[in-house]
């Protein structure tokens, strides 16, 4: 279904408006959700108290659902009592427009600082850092801990810890804001409100569960603060890449080098510490906040009270640099991405450019164009021009495609390989199969058991795909199908629009080719999406090749994949489950029909092969142990819910593709 577009934000109300029982002093933030003020609530006696006013925005407050959502945040802060975290003061309603009343901070929030410092040649030091992170922690350990009124554990996630959600106050104190637990659930159902509310800055602190698109819990919000940790005591960034696409891969693959080189003058136990609340995989991470707040507790060893003096001194430094504002300016906004030494540079992407015309000079002597940049790209995507062309723009002096680096990397990836460009390959390959009657589920089954590496080139009439494979694992999938190009997957899917399609590729040129940044950048898809459109789309090119009635497979072994490609991870078993059910659904390779009234019998693979195979495949090979018929062995698999009504069928089609069952008449067959 397609993301509709949220309208601009209201235009600021003018200094010292009324809202409810508050004056609205100034609008510190607005995003896709909510605007939020600083404002001063009067009191019985004495002067007014500062407050922070979020209010949501009006074209989200005329959704239920949403209004809902935002009411819960506020029954659920105000539940949470604990001097790190930021409180909620009050929730209401006025003229239409549902609002949260928030505690104060006089400061400036953790990105902030952290940039100041930078800015500044200097760093917090590892006692400070270390007093830094223990009090966001017992915040979260706080929030992840919280009850009902009758005593019943929540079990709350924030889910959107972040230095520019951690505030720090001109007294030393460390509070954790912008409570996050409803904002997250707003922007899974309401993903219109991300469009102008993108989390720039926020990325490098998902966990790589949350990348993957998987459930998250409170080790989720633990990863979160142990990036912040390790950020604090490096001065500098954890996960850093070229493009918030390189920052979520480095976060799902857990790469933790930047630790490792720069923490190398950390103590032993510090740096250990760190590093288990880092663990890509949950179950191995450390458990709770709590756990890593202690494991932390040696290491900072001067008087709490010194420290959050130090503390408060480094705030009033840094914030004395800037306009007052309090540090919910940035805790509710998110941190901009700007140079260093201009806090508040905020250039977003133009959405205009100039169209740009090129010409292409064949190696045949052919001359093609004018074609604008999307046509050129998809020309070269799908082989129709490559190498040995060259390349002219506005009237420009043609140059070979080789001197143009942004359309270099949409060759297909095997053009640029010795052994697999368009004229023949300079030696046989590895191995090499025939696709005929569904032989692919045999082939990539192979390749997986073999735990291969190298590239393996599918091709049916004109139609060519490349995969290549890491110890047997897919990483890369690339194909000369123009309907297969990301933009157009994107399209098909309802993702953006043709229109923002034709936008982005035509100033793609800016960020050197690169689609998927390009996108990011013009705010048309956020990048957390995206990354899971393009896992999407490798997996469906996968997963199409299982439907093909034939065609040839070759295998060259060690051929590496291109930097330029987007090294996904897919589980491989996954794909042939899932290529395997692709094709009975579609009336392919039926092993019921293929062979009833047979019986089936385990042989061919050894137990290593065996071991390595899905759980349900090594279920059904032990259940063949004995002759018995096909119809009993899959009765046997059936799911017991009724839901999957191919289960036991996807397993046997594996074992007979692999030559691990025998068919054979059974007894009493003459």
Same mark, same amino acid.
């Given at each position: 279904?397609?993301?509709?577009?949220?309208?601009?934000?209201?235009?600021?109300p003018?200094? %010292?408006s009324?809202?409810?029982?508050?004056?609205?002093?100034d609008?510190?933030?607005?995003?896709?959700m909510?605007?939020?003020?600083?404002? %001063?609530?009067?009191r019985?006696?004495?002067?007014?108290?500062?407050?922070?006013v979020?209010r949501?925005?009006?074209?989200?407050?005329?959704?239920?659902?949403?209004?809902?959502?935002?009411?819960?945040?506020?029954?659920?802060g105000?539940?949470?009592?604990?001097?790190?975290?930021v409180?909620?003061?009050?929730?209401?309603?006025?003229?239409?427009?549902?609002?949260l009343?928030?505690?104060?901070?006089?400061?400036?929030?953790?990105?902030?600082?952290?940039?100041?410092?930078?800015?500044?040649? @200097?760093?917090?030091?590892?006692?400070?850092?270390?007093f830094?992170?223990?009090?966001?922690?017992?915040?979260?350990?706080?929030?992840?801990?919280?009850?009902?009124?009758?005593?019943?554990?929540?079990?709350?996630v924030?889910?959107?810890?972040? &230095?520019?959600?951690?505030?720090?106050?001109?007294?030393?104190?460390v509070?954790?804001?912008?409570f996050?637990?409803?904002?997250?659930?707003l922007?899974?159902?309401?993903?219109?409100?991300?469009?102008?509310?993108?989390a720039?800055?926020?990325?490098?602190?998902?966990?790589?569960? !949350?990348v993957?698109?998987?459930?998250?819990?409170?080790?989720?919000?633990?990863?979160?603060a142990?990036?912040?940790?390790?950020e604090?005591?490096?001065?500098?960034?954890?996960?850093?890449?070229?493009?918030?696409l390189?920052?979520?891969? =480095?976060i799902?693959?857990?790469d933790?080098?930047?630790?490792?080189? %720069?923490?190398?003058?950390?103590?032993?136990?510090?740096?250990?510490?760190?590093?288990?609340?880092?663990?890509?995989?949950?179950?191995?991470?450390?458990?709770?906040?709590?756990?890593?707040?202690?494991?932390?507790?040696?290491?900072?060893?001067?008087p709490v009270?010194a420290?959050r003096? !130090?503390?408060?001194?480094?705030v009033?430094?840094?914030?004395?640099?800037?306009k007052?504002?309090?540090?919910?300016?940035?805790?509710?906004?998110?941190p901009?991405?700007?140079?260093?030494?201009?806090?508040? =540079?905020?250039? &977003?992407?133009?959405?205009?450019?100039?169209?740009?015309?090129?010409?292409?000079?064949?190696?045949?002597?052919?001359?093609?164009?004018?074609?604008?940049?999307?046509?050129?790209?998809?020309?070269?995507?799908?082989?129709?021009?490559?190498?040995?062309?060259?390349?002219?723009l506005?009237?420009?002096a043609?140059? &070979?495609?080789?001197?143009?680096?942004?359309?270099v990397?949409?060759?297909?990836?095997?053009?640029?390989s010795?052994?697999? *460009? @368009?004229?023949e390959?300079?030696?046989?390959?590895?191995r090499?199969?025939?696709?005929?009657?569904?032989?692919?589920?045999?082939?990539?089954?192979?390749?997986?058991?073999?735990r291969?590496?190298?590239?393996?080139?599918?091709? !049916?009439?004109?139609?060519?795909?490349?995969?290549?494979?890491?110890?047997?694992?897919p990483?890369?999938?690339?194909?000369?199908?123009?309907?297969?190009?990301?933009?157009?997957?994107?399209?098909?899917?309802?993702?953006?629009?043709?229109g923002?399609?034709?936008?982005?590729?035509?100033?793609?040129?800016?960020?050197?080719?690169r689609?998927?940044?390009?996108?990011? =950048?013009?705010?048309?898809?956020?990048p957390?999406?995206?990354?899971?459109?393009?896992?999407?789309?490798?997996?469906?090119?996968?997963?199409e090749?299982?439907?093909?009635?034939s065609?040839?497979?070759?295998?060259?072994?060690?051929?590496?994949?291109? !930097?330029?490609g987007?090294?996904?991870?897919?589980?491989?078993?996954?794909?042939v489950?899932?290529?395997?059910d692709?094709?009975?659904?579609?009336?392919?390779?039926d092993?019921?029909?293929?062979?009833?009234?047979k019986?089936v019998?385990?042989?061919?693979?050894n137990?290593?092969?065996?071991?390595?195979?899905?759980?349900?495949?090594?279920?059904a090979?032990?259940?063949?142990?004995?002759?018995?018929?096909?119809?009993?062995?899959?009765?046997?698999?059936?799911?017991?819910?009724?839901r999957?009504?191919? *289960?036991?069928r996807?397993a046997?089609?594996?074992?007979?593709?692999?030559?691990?069952?025998?068919?054979h008449d059974?007894?009493?067959?003459?």
């Amino acid at each position: 279904m397609r993301i509709s577009r949220p309208p601009p934000p209201p235009p600021a109300p003018p200094p %010292h408006s009324r809202f409810g029982p508050y004056t609205l002093a100034d609008r510190i933030a607005v995003g896709g959700m909510a605007e939020v003020f600083r404002a %001063h609530e009067p009191r019985a006696v004495g002067d007014p108290r500062v407050v922070v006013v979020k209010r949501m925005l009006p074209a989200l407050a005329s959704e239920p659902g949403a209004r809902a959502m935002f009411e819960e945040e506020a029954r659920l802060g105000g539940l949470v009592e604990h001097d790190n975290v930021v409180r909620v003061l009050g929730f209401g309603d006025e003229a239409g427009q549902p609002y949260l009343a928030l505690e104060y901070v006089p400061g400036l929030d953790l990105w902030r600082l952290a940039r100041w410092l930078t800015r500044q040649g @200097r760093t917090l030091g590892t006692e400070l850092a270390v007093f830094v992170t223990r009090e966001l922690l017992a915040g979260l350990h706080a929030v992840h801990e919280t009850h009902d009124r009758d005593a019943r554990p929540l079990g709350l996630v924030h889910r959107d810890v972040s &230095p520019s959600n951690v505030l720090l106050s001109v007294h030393g104190d460390v509070k954790l804001g912008d409570f996050g637990i409803a904002q997250a659930l707003l922007r899974e159902s309401y993903p219109q409100a991300t469009l102008t509310e993108r989390a720039k800055g926020k990325l490098g602190y998902l966990a790589p569960e !949350q990348v993957r698109g998987l459930p998250a819990d409170r080790r989720a919000d633990v990863f979160a603060a142990a990036v912040i940790a390790a950020e604090l005591l490096m001065g500098r960034p954890l996960f850093a890449g070229g493009s918030e696409l390189a920052v979520l891969l =480095a976060i799902r693959d857990g790469d933790l080098r930047a630790f490792h080189e %720069h923490g190398a003058g950390l103590p032993e136990g510090l740096r250990a510490a760190v590093v288990a609340a880092l663990a890509a995989d949950p179950d191995a991470r450390t458990a709770t906040a709590a756990i890593l707040r202690d494991a932390l507790a040696p290491y900072e060893t001067g008087p709490v009270s010194a420290l959050r003096a !130090q503390l408060a001194g480094l705030v009033g430094e840094a914030h004395g640099s800037r306009k007052p504002s309090g540090a919910y300016q940035v805790a509710v906004r998110g941190p901009k991405t700007a140079p260093p030494g201009d806090d508040d =540079a905020d250039a &977003p992407a133009t959405r205009d450019a100039p169209e740009l015309a090129y010409l292409v000079r064949t190696s045949d002597g052919r001359t093609e164009g004018p074609l604008s940049y999307a046509k050129l790209v998809e020309a070269i995507a799908t082989r129709r021009f490559g190498l040995t062309d060259a390349i002219a723009l506005q009237g420009g002096a043609f140059a &070979p495609l080789s001197s143009h680096p942004d359309l270099v990397r949409h060759l297909p990836t095997s053009s640029l390989s010795d052994r697999t *460009a @368009r004229q023949e390959p300079v030696r046989e390959p590895d191995r090499a199969w025939s696709l005929e009657d569904g032989s692919i589920v045999g082939v990539m089954t192979s390749v997986v058991l073999a735990r291969e590496t190298g590239l393996l080139l599918c091709e !049916q009439g004109g139609v060519r795909k490349e995969i290549y494979l890491s110890n047997g694992v897919p990483e890369f999938v690339t194909s000369n199908l123009a309907t297969e190009l990301l933009g157009e997957f994107l399209v098909a899917r309802g993702v953006i629009s043709r229109g923002e399609l034709d936008m982005a590729l035509a100033v793609m040129p800016r960020f050197e080719g690169r689609l998927g940044d390009t996108l990011t =950048a013009l705010g048309l898809v956020e990048p957390v999406h995206l990354f899971r459109q393009i896992a999407a789309q490798v997996q469906e090119k996968l997963l199409e090749l299982f439907t093909w009635p034939s065609g040839r497979a070759t295998l060259w072994r060690g051929v590496a994949r291109p !930097q330029s490609g987007f090294p996904l991870g897919l589980d491989p078993w996954r794909i042939v489950m899932d290529g395997i059910d692709r094709r009975l659904a579609q009336g392919m390779d039926d092993p019921l029909a293929a062979h009833r009234g047979k019986w089936v019998l385990a042989s061919g693979p050894n137990d290593l092969e065996v071991a390595r195979l899905p759980l349900a495949v090594r279920s059904a090979y032990r259940r063949a142990a004995q002759p018995l018929p096909i119809a009993d062995l899959d009765r046997s698999l059936s799911d017991p819910t009724g839901r999957d009504a191919r *289960a036991g069928r996807r397993a046997i089609a594996l074992l007979l593709a692999i030559g691990a069952l025998s068919v054979h008449d059974g007894p009493g067959a003459s």
